[in-house]
């Protein structure tokens, strides 16, 4: 990749191709592993998350069957208390 961008004489040629890392070139490839890109977006996620003013919509039920006509009081009472 470096050998044509960098000698091409042409300027198309040399756009077409990003520059070469100095960290390639020196022979020292930092390779992004599974892990690092999967902190790397939680982080961003996160930035994105706190940036934001958030409203969240909880939806409650009625009862553990989600039966109609037929509300538990506790088990709402349980859901709003820990929403």
Known sequence: RELFSSSSKSDFIRS?????PEEVK??????????SSFRT?????RSEITST???FIRCVKPNPA???????KPYVLSQL???
Do not use: E, I
Not at 66 to 72: E, I
């Open 16 to 20: 077409l191709l990003p520059p070469v």
């Open 26 to 35: 020196s022979g020292r490839v930092k390779r992004t592993t599974v892990a």
């Open 41 to 45: 977006q939680m982080a961003a996620l």
């Open 53 to 55: 003013k958030s409203h």
């Open 66 to 72: 989600c039966n109609p006509l037929c509300a538990d």
């Open 81 to 83: 208390n820990s929403a």
